[in-house]
């Protein structure tokens, strides 16, 4: 049974950093491209970043490019993403994605107060 499971969301203040993961278990982790969502309060749920098998290569959304990033440790079956210069409008419920399964975890609420 594919579960994934992030962790890390906490209340922040503008311009702080923070670092989410996502545990996986019930697939082989390293065989799978991994990708962040988030859903910001009264919006739909949006692309954040994904990131290939072996880390060789990393995707940003435009909104998110060269604050944040996206990476795994395949021996531990876990994805991060490290935020840095938080803003407001980083305020979502942050997921994680298995695009292959389908799979997404319960999400972890981030707030950026200005």
């Known amino acids: 049974q594919v579960q994934l499971a992030e962790s890390g969301g906490r209340l922040v203040q503008a311009g702080d950093s923070l670092t989410l993961s996502c545990e996986a278990s019930?697939?082989?982790?390293?065989?799978?491209?991994m990708t962040w969502y988030r859903q910001p309060p009264g919006k739909e749920r949006e692309w954040v970043a994904s990131i290939s098998r072996l880390s060789g290569t990393t995707n940003y959304a435009p909104t998110v490019k060269g604050r944040f990033a996206i990476f795994r440790d395949n021996a531990h079956n876990t994805m991060y993403l490290q935020m840095n210069n938080l803003k407001p409008e980083d305020t979502a419920v942050y997921y994680c994605?298995?695009?292959?399964?389908?799979?997404w975890g319960q999400g972890t609420q981030v707030t950026v107060s200005s």
């Open positions: 994605n298995d695009p292959s399964s389908g799979y």
């Open positions: 019930g697939f082989t982790f390293s065989n799978n491209i």
